[in-house]
Every structure is written in structure tokens, then in C-alpha cells.
């Protein structure tokens, strides 16, 4: 054979080995390459042949190395036309690789690499990117599909992956740019080779490993809210900024949202940063001006030295920026991970009777400057749900408290965790509620909502140890598992009863409203009942003046002539004192009345969730309609709440002057009336016209004179339409 054939023939027997392709082969066997030999480390030469049986790999395995470079004009997915992408690669179903999130960019540039050993080449591999976005379900932003099978080994191949919507195959997403390696896995020729080059190999990849587990061991957790910006420089023309803030603490990075046209930025974002081991303590912060078509303008800068704050505890921070004028303030938290600190329950502050007397002592009625502490044992979890494509998670446990924020270590692969962590919170409101959400932890993206807990804190028992169903977000109804804690509160009373009428302590993180049907429909409901009560109320009331029941009549009349003829004003509030007293003692209803209550919007949820199933089958028009129907009660509702008030404004300002003279008229009859004759015997005559109505002219037709009047005003639309 020749050169050419030789080479043909090697292509067709080592194609699954051989690199280059076009070397000639050796001589001795036409089985066996020079390229073969090469790359197995053997040298050029020929002379030790191997025979042909074994010369191509034992096994199917291939090595597929992915290095995701960059994406080219992505898909909109954020209202501030920008989106914050990430990639996800799947492999026969289950998701082999997740990239890291690139904020506000539809041209991220990655530059990550992966790399993975594939049974056969039959399975193409499925690239899909999404849309981050925080506490939201992420949004898709298009996939492709890479087929193996294609492509031609052991070189590394540039490929553009165009993202395609299956539902809207038409719609421009942009594109992927990889550089993909596939070559076959070691032969076990390899395994033969001089041993001192398999052992250097071995060490180099044990060193790797450490390395690389070292680099994921962090010994705590940076919890940072940013709040607001206060006082910043002006950069735009308009003597305004469009400000935002980097956040840099070693490798890992964080960019907030711009917030348009002002120097007092509120940006109240939440997010969490891992502090490494080989990671410096110092948090870097930048601050700069977003200027559209142009480099974005400096603003300032400030470093926050991490290891000068105590741990468990948040702080409240108000950073001056360097080199400029201005403010950042923060919500910053350290909490230790298990690496360094395992909490010992045996050893709690308030399981000491030595510590607990002198804690009851500090918060003691003598003592009046703070209300009090909740000690909370988060002991384990109860049949989480499954959030990994491996059937477990790796979840982990965030406590707030106002804006007291601290988190437990991650308990890896499993869903019965147990965490054995106490935390000591401040009170500052005993009317607070204490939330528990339980995370699972997903790298470089944000974790998965696995449940939630709220607990009021007067609503807690002392040294009980319970289970509380975790629920979904909403807080409408249940999810997978339980959480079982054991919670302490000591406060002290009469600080508690002052704080009671002070402003409650504004919570910083709070999500944006939302429209949503389901909201709205609640809302309007529970309008709706409390007019309804309302209105019963008032249709029994008016029964007694209509003589619907004469002993019922006659029995209203008695009493309420007896109650206005001796009425005095201290017996208002003793009305609702013996209220109070009566359903604290004699109401067995009360607990019956919580649960129908829960009932009730159980029974709600499942008609919206009947009714959503339903308008899913019927169509988007059902579903239009629907909301109409909610929007237009609540709009005739504030129409007739704004015209009254526009009315009554408009009789102050002599809109209609026949109208404003009839009101003082009526005003200086009313004040004569008020000076000459004491008010109980105004209120006797008036009880009497009502209940002697009837009876006199059985036929009249009831009347408000007083809303009568104010129909007859017109509103600011009608001014403006007139």
C-alpha cells in the first residue's frame, strides 16, 4: 500500500483515535498509526507494534470538553429591556452543567469550561438558557440541540448553537457561542505505559481535586441588603444619576438594579455571598452612573472590612463613599458555616438556670429599655421536597425577624436534614412574626424555595419542641415536609405594652406588588364581607323600625329610650369593656370562628384553583372576562367612595352656589338647634320619628337625607363633562 491508502485505511480503523489524520502510517501494520502511537505517548517510532486487537479502545466512553464562551444578542426578559442570563447543558434528561449568572447583559461573555464522559454519542446534547430572576420562576429564553454524532474528534471545533422557542420557532433568541473537544476515553494501552508517567498523572490529579474542594469550602455566609443611596453626586445633565452598585468580595461579584433619574436611589435588594477560605475579608463596593451608548460613569467606591463585625447579629450601615459625597446603606450579616462553627444545644444560654435567671432579670419589669429575646433551636427537617435531578437537595435554613436576617449551614444531599443550630434574636416588637424558609442550594444561581413557616412570637409556648408544616410561598396552603424547632421568648411586658403604640419598625426587604387575579378576588371578597356584616347589621336595626316583629319593636324602643335619657360619655368605652369581658367569658365560638375563618379561604383557594383549571380549559377569553369582572366592582366601588368625597369638597367651594346656600342654611339650623336643646333630647326625637314612622304612615318610602343631598353635588367628572 501506499502513503494514501495507508492514510485512508487509518482513518476508517483508528477514527475514534486518531488526531491528525493525515501522517503516514507505520509501515509494519496498516492496524496501527503513527498518530495512535503519538498520542499515547509512545514517540514516532514504530518499532514497538502493538497488535491489532489492541489498538482501538476497549470501551464506548468518550470525554466531551465544553467551553462556553459568550451569547450573542439574547432575548428580552426584563422590563428594563435587558436580561440576566444563564446556561443550562442536559445529557439524556438530567442537567450535567449550569453556568454562573451574567446581570443585565444580552451579551454575556462566560468563559467556563466543563467536561463529560458520555457512554455513547447517540444522546445529543440540549442547551437551554434562562432568565434569572430572584424569588420568580426564571424565564425561558431558548434552547438548541448539539448532536454528537457530527462531530469530528480529538480537535477542538468551534460551534454556534442558534436558540430556538419551540412554541415560537420564528422569534429571533440570539445564538450560543462553544468550543467543543470530543475525543474517546483512555484505551487500556494507557494503563500499560511506563508507570512513573501514570503515578505523576494520578498525583497531578489528586492535587487537583484538593484544590478544587478546598476552593468550595467557605467558612461563612455574607448576607447583604442593599437598601437605599443617599446624597450621591449628579453625572447626567440633568443634574440627576441613574445609579447602580457593584459588589466584589474575591472572586465572586454582584450588580444591582439601575434605579433611573435620582441621587436617593431605593434599591432593596437581598443577596447572599460565600466567604472562602482563601478569600481576603475586605467587601468592595462601587457605585456607579448608567449611561446608555457610552462607558458607564464612576461614581465612588467604599470597602467594608468583614472581619470588624460580630457574627450572628445583622448590621445596620450607613458607608461613606471615598474620593466623593454620599451614602450606601446596608443590611450586612455574617453567619458561620459548619465548617467552623457547630452549635452545642446542650450548652444554649437559655438551657443554663444560672444564665436564663439572669437573662429573666435583665428583661424583668424594673427594667425598661428593651422589650426582650426569642431564642430558636432549629433542630431538623422532615421529608423535604426533591429539588435536584438526583431525587434529593441540599437544603439549607434562612430565620428572619424584621429585618433580622440569619442562616443555618447546608446539609448536602438529603431531605431529612438536621441542622442542630441555635439563634438568639433581638425583640424589638412582640407583635413581630418569625418567618422560617427553607432553601435548597444551587450554584451560581439562586436557590430553590423548598417551603415556609411563619410564627407569631406570642403565639409560641416556651421550651415546646414542634413540627410546623411547611407551606408555599403564598402562604395559601401546604407543601412537602415539616420543620421542627424549639423557641424561646422572654420579653417584658410593659415595654412590650409601650412599643405596642409607636410605629412599627419598617421592614427594608419587602417584593414589589404583583397583579394578580387570584389577589385581587381575595381582596374584593374581603370588602365585600366586611359590608356585607354591615349592612346585616343595619337591615336588623331598620327591621325594628319597620314593626317587622312588634315584641321585637317594642323591646328596641324601651331600650333605647331608656340608654339615651341616662347616657353619659363614659359609657361608651364601658360598652366595649363589657363587650370584651362578655365574648372573653361566655364566647365558646371562638376557636370555631378561627376555624371556619381558615375554612373560608381554604373553600376560596380551591374555587380560584377550580376556576383557574377551568378557564385553562375554556380559553383566554373566559379568563379576560374574569378579571373584568373583578376590575369593574372594584372600580364602581372607588368611583362611588371618590364622587362622594369630590361632593362633599365641592359644596365647601361653592361649585353650585344654590347648593352651598342650602347647606348653610341647614348648618345654622342645625347649630341653634344644638345650642338651645340638650343632645339627648334631639337624639330622643329623632329615635322617636323612626320608630313611630311606620305606624303613622305605613306606606313612606326610607330616605338619607344627607346622601340625598350629596347626589344632588356634582363630582369633578361631572364638573369637568358639564
Not at 384553583?609 to 375554556?618: A, L, N, R, V, Y
Not at 369630590?646 to 344644638?674: D, G, H, Q, Y
Not at 318610602?701 to 361631572?718: A, G, T
Amino acid at each position: 500500500l501506499n502513503d494514501a491508502e495507508m492514510t485512508e485505511c487509518c482513518k476508517y480503523i483508528c477514527s475514534s483515535c486518531c488526531r491528525c489524520q493525515s501522517s503516514a502510517c507505520c509501515k509494519a501494520t496498516f492496524l496501527m498509526c503513527i498518530c495512535c502511537l503519538c498520542s499515547l505517548g509512545m514517540g514516532a517510532s514504530c518499532s514497538s507494534a502493538v497488535p491489532p486487537e489492541r489498538a482501538a479502545p476497549s470501551s464506548g466512553m468518550y470525554k466531551l470538553e465544553i467551553e462556553l464562551k459568550r451569547g450573542h444578542n439574547l432575548a428580552v426578559r426584563d422590563r428594563g429591556g435587558t436580561s440576566d442570563p444563564y446556561v443550562k447543558f442536559k445529557l439524556g434528561g438530567k442537567e450535567v452543567f449550569r453556568s454562573k449568572t451574567i446581570h443585565k447583559n444580552l451579551n454575556p461573555v462566560w468563559e467556563e469550561k466543563t467536561t463529560l464522559t458520555l457512554d455513547s454519542l447517540s444522546e445529543p446534547l440540549y442547551a437551554k438558557v434562562f432568565d434569572y430572576d430572584f424569588g420568580l420562576q426564571d424565564d425561558f429564553m431558548g434552547s438548541a440541540f448539539l448532536y454528537l454524532e457530527s462531530l469530528e474528534q480529538q480537535r477542538t471545533i468551534p460551534v454556534t448553537l442558534v436558540l430556538k422557542d419551540p412554541q415560537s420557532p420564528d422569534e429571533d433568541l440570539g445564538s450560543l457561542e462553544l468550543a467543543v473537544t470530543l475525543t474517546p476515553k483512555d484505551s487500556p494501552i494507557e494503563e500499560r505505559r511506563d508507570s512513573t508517567v501514570c503515578d505523576h498523572i494520578f498525583t497531578q490529579s489528586i492535587r487537583l481535586s484538593e484544590l478544587h474542594r478546598k476552593s468550595q469550602l467557605w467558612r461563612g455566609i455574607v448576607s447583604i441588603a442593599l437598601i437605599e443611596g443617599r446624597n450621591l453626586i449628579p453625572m447626567d445633565d440633568n443634574g440627576l444619576s441613574d445609579p447602580y452598585v457593584k459588589f466584589r468580595l474575591g472572586p465572586q461579584k454582584y450588580k444591582s438594579k439601575t434605579v433611573p433619574k435620582t441621587l436617593s436611589p431605593q434599591w432593596r435588594e437581598q443577596f447572599d455571598l460565600h466567604l472562602y477560605e482563601e478569600t481576603g475579608g475586605v467587601l468592595e463596593i462601587t457605585v456607579w452612573d448608567r449611561d446608555t451608548g457610552r462607558r458607564d460613569d464612576f461614581i465612588g467606591r467604599c470597602q467594608l472590612d468583614l472581619s470588624t463585625l460580630s457574627k450572628e447579629q445583622t448590621h445596620h450601615l450607613e458607608l461613606p463613599l471615598e474620593e466623593s459625597r454620599g451614602f450606601v446603606v446596608l443590611l450586612v450579616t455574617l453567619t458561620a458555616s459548619a465548617a467552623v462553627s457547630i452549635a452545642d444545644l446542650s450548652v444554649t444560654p437559655l438551657d443554663d438556670p444560672q444564665e436564663r435567671r439572669e437573662i429573666l432579670k435583665r428583661y424583668s419589669l424594673s427594667n425598661l429599655k428593651d422589650v426582650g429575646i426569642v431564642q430558636v433551636k432549629v433542630m431538623r427537617a422532615e421529608g423535604l421536597m426533591a429539588a435536584d435531578v438526583n431525587g434529593k437537595s441540599d437544603p439549607f435554613c434562612v430565620l428572619e425577624l424584621n429585618n433580622d436576617r440569619l442562616q443555618t449551614h447546608t446539609v448536602y444531599k438529603n431531605l431529612n436534614p438536621e441542622w442542630n443550630k441555635v439563634f438568639t434574636f433581638n425583640v424589638k416588637d412582640i407583635h413581630s412574626v418569625l418567618e422560617v424558609t427553607v432553601f435548597d442550594e444551587d450554584r451560581d444561581r439562586s436557590a430553590d424555595f423548598l417551603g415556609k413557616a411563619v410564627i407569631p412570637l406570642l403565639n409560641i409556648r416556651n421550651g415546646e419542641q414542634k413540627g410546623y408544616v411547611l407551606k408555599n410561598k403564598e402562604l395559601t396552603g401546604p407543601t412537602k415536609g415539616a420543620i421542627y424547632l424549639e423557641i424561646d421568648v422572654i420579653y417584658n411586658t410593659v415595654k412590650a405594652a409601650l412599643r405596642t403604640v409607636v410605629p412599627a419598625e419598617q421592614k427594608y426587604m419587602e417584593e414589589e406588588p404583583k397583579v394578580s387575579k387570584q389577589l385581587l378576588q381575595q381582596n374584593f371578597n374581603r370588602v365585600k364581607r366586611c359590608i356585607m356584616v354591615l349592612i346585616s347589621y343595619g337591615t336588623y336595626i331598620n327591621s325594628c323600625f319597620e314593626w317587622e316583629s312588634a315584641q321585637r319593636s317594642i323591646i328596641s324602643f324601651v331600650l333605647f329610650v331608656v340608654v339615651v335619657w341616662n347616657f353619659e360619655l363614659y359609657m361608651l368605652p364601658l360598652g366595649l369593656l363589657l363587650l370584651l369581658v362578655w365574648n372573653y367569658f361566655f364566647s365558646s365560638s371562638r376557636d370555631m370562628t378561627d376555624m371556619s375563618m381558615e375554612a373560608m379561604f381554604e373553600w376560596e383557594d380551591e374555587d380560584e384553583d377550580k376556576e383557574d383549571k377551568d378557564s385553562e380549559h375554556k380559553g383566554f377569553m373566559n379568563k379576560l372576562y374574569a378579571i373584568q369582572d373583578v376590575f369593574i366592582s372594584v372600580q364602581s366601588a372607588l368611583d362611588d367612595v371618590a364622587s362622594y368625597g369630590e361632593r362633599m369638597k365641592n359644596t365647601v367651594n361653592w361649585t353650585v352656589p344654590f347648593l352651598s346656600w342650602l347647606a348653610i342654611t341647614a348648618l345654622c339650623f342645625a347649630t341653634f338647634l344644638l345650642y338651645l336643646i340638650p343632645l339627648r333630647y334631639l337624639v330622643l326625637a329623632w329615635g322617636v320619628n323612626k320608630f313611630t314612622k311606620k305606624l303613622r304612615n305605613p306606606y313612606a318610602i326610607d330616605n338619607n337625607e344627607l346622601l340625598d343631598f350629596l347626589s344632588r353635588v356634582p363630582s369633578d367628572v361631572q364638573v369637568v363633562s358639564n
